[in-house]
């Protein structure tokens, strides 16, 4: 575990005082309005001991955006003093704070934002919904529609700077509103914002530009921008990994400090286009090492996990969520050789200091992206 717990420096100077990274979770814990609450206060508190990048998740950048119940924004001023209260907070346990901005976009729901999804392409958006039996009112982004998302997302930026963020995490990931965009399964416009791979990557890369320009303008070169991607779309015409190395190939030669991958396996292999049968990881981590640091996730709940981790060399920066939800202490754990807990007791909530909403989805098991619950399969 030593290697864990050494400095990185990224490519703009910034030293990140260890490779354990906790990765985005979406919490559920805020008060319904956005702002910080007491939950989310003691969820938050201590955890981000040990921990180099503390990424809090799924900030709202626009109000048609909006996923999740309880979920935090960036939407206005009105938002800083709960955005520079979760920054504190985990910074004061020695941590690095980054705010994931985000947009649900055809996952975003009407019943939380008053507005309808917004999407990039109309036929295919309201196909996906009446699959799923949900109501297929959804709208298709104009021009200047396209362009405010980006202000948003720069907006954002600003207020994140404001709050006293060391960063922020551009989420591409996780068939949000930017992934809809570069797939060429969700995105089946004909102007200049689809149909080659480079002008459905506008979208995403605009976005990026717009960021660095609010860094730029604020005379802040230690902050640190990421972006967050998953590699590859399970359907068919969707991404596979040539998109995904595509897209990598532009993104490393932004002035941005990290890539993170979204998967369930740190181990998984590539299943279609380049690279196909090699770690995912691997593949991409050729492409970053020795330009931005590359941060690996996926399904590492035990110490041996952490291990195999660490000796393949795939990537910079390790992250956990499921263990860092089961043990509120994970750096100190993982720092000590201590043996890790691998499953919720849901008989003792008051371990986790989870909110309540995520904890009542925890406890009710069925969803793979929580982590397991003791004496359930």
Same mark, same amino acid.
């Given at each position: 575990?030593?290697?864990?717990?050494?400095?990185?420096?990224?490519?703009?100077?910034?030293?990140?005082?260890?490779?354990?990274?906790?990765?985005?979770?979406?919490?559920?814990?805020?008060?319904?309005?956005?702002?910080?609450?007491?939950?989310?206060?003691?969820?938050?508190?201590?955890?981000?001991?040990?921990? %180099?990048?503390?990424?809090?998740?799924?900030?709202?950048?626009?109000?048609?955006?909006?996923?999740?119940?309880?979920?935090?924004?960036?939407?206005?001023?009105?938002?800083?003093?709960?955005?520079?209260?979760?920054?504190?907070?985990?910074?004061?346990?020695?941590?690095?704070?980054?705010?994931?901005?985000?947009?649900?976009?055809?996952?975003?729901?009407?019943?939380?934002?008053?507005?309808?999804?917004?999407?990039?392409?109309?036929?295919?958006?309201?196909? *996906?919904?009446?699959?799923?039996?949900?109501?297929?009112?959804?709208? *298709?982004?104009?021009?200047?529609?396209?362009?405010?998302?980006?202000?948003?997302?720069?907006?954002?930026?600003?207020?994140?700077?404001?709050?006293?963020?060391?960063?922020?995490?551009?989420?591409?990931?996780?068939?949000?509103?930017?992934?809809?965009?570069?797939?060429?399964?969700?995105?089946?416009?004909?102007?200049?914002?689809?149909?080659?791979?480079?002008?459905?990557?506008?979208?995403?890369?605009?976005?990026?530009?717009?960021?660095?320009?609010?860094?730029?303008?604020?005379?802040?070169?230690?902050?640190?921008?990421?972006?967050?991607?998953?590699?590859?779309?399970?359907?068919?015409? %969707?991404?596979?990994?040539?998109?995904?190395?595509?897209?990598?190939?532009?993104?490393?030669?932004?002035?941005?400090?990290?890539?993170?991958?979204?998967?369930?396996?740190?181990?998984?292999?590539?299943?279609?286009?380049?690279?196909?049968?090699?770690?995912?990881?691997?593949?991409?981590?050729? *492409?970053?090492?020795?330009?931005?640091?590359?941060?690996?996730? %996926?399904?590492?709940?035990?110490?041996?996990?952490?291990?195999?981790?660490?000796?393949?060399?795939?990537?910079?920066?390790?992250?956990?969520?499921?263990?860092?939800?089961?043990?509120?202490?994970?750096?100190?754990?993982?720092?000590?050789? *201590?043996?890790?807990?691998?499953?919720?007791?849901?008989?003792?909530?008051?371990?986790?200091?989870?909110?309540?909403?995520?904890?009542?989805?925890?406890?009710?098991?069925?969803?793979?992206?929580?982590?397991?619950?003791?004496?359930?399969?």
């Amino acid at each position: 575990m030593k290697s864990l717990f050494e400095k990185v420096t990224l490519n703009n100077k910034v030293e990140v005082p260890t490779r354990l990274v906790i990765p985005p979770l979406t919490l559920f814990g805020s008060n319904a309005d956005g702002t910080i609450s007491k939950e989310e206060r003691a969820y938050l508190s201590k955890r981000g001991v040990g921990v %180099g990048l503390y990424i809090l998740g799924a900030c709202a950048v626009s109000q048609e955006g909006l996923t999740f119940p309880c979920q935090p924004r960036a939407l206005s001023e009105k938002d800083i003093p709960s955005l520079a209260e979760r920054a504190k907070i985990v910074k004061s346990d020695g941590a690095l704070a980054i705010n994931q901005i985000h947009h649900g976009g055809l996952l975003a729901l009407k019943e939380l934002s008053g507005l309808p999804p917004v999407v990039p392409s109309l036929d295919i958006a309201k196909k *996906e919904l009446q699959k799923k039996g949900a109501k297929d009112d959804v709208k *298709e982004l104009n021009d200047n529609e396209i362009k405010k998302i980006i202000n948003d997302f720069a907006y954002a930026t600003e207020l994140s700077i404001k709050s006293d963020y060391d960063g922020i995490e551009i989420h591409g990931a996780n068939n949000f509103i930017l992934q809809q965009f570069y797939s060429a399964y969700t995105n089946r416009r004909t102007d200049s914002w689809g149909g080659s791979d480079e002008k459905r990557m506008s979208f995403p890369l605009q976005i990026v530009d717009a960021c660095i320009k609010v860094r730029e303008k604020y005379k802040k070169p230690k902050f640190i921008i990421g972006y967050r991607l998953s590699p590859e779309e399970p359907y068919e015409g %969707g991404i596979t990994m040539t998109e995904t190395l595509k897209l990598v190939r532009a993104l490393v030669k932004k002035p941005i400090q990290y890539i993170h991958i979204s998967e369930k396996n740190y181990f998984q292999e590539v299943r279609n286009g380049e690279g196909k049968g090699e770690a995912r990881l691997k593949v991409i981590h050729k *492409e970053t090492q020795g330009k931005v640091a590359l941060i690996g996730v %996926g399904g590492l709940i035990t110490e041996k996990d952490f291990t195999n981790a660490l000796k393949t060399g795939y990537s910079e920066f390790i992250g956990a969520g499921k263990a860092s939800m089961v043990n509120k202490d994970l750096g100190n754990k993982l720092k000590k050789g *201590e043996k890790l807990d691998e499953t919720l007791d849901s008989n003792h909530p008051e371990k986790y200091s989870i909110p309540t909403m995520l904890w009542n989805m925890c406890v009710s098991g069925g969803q793979d992206w929580l982590p397991p619950v003791k004496g359930k399969k």
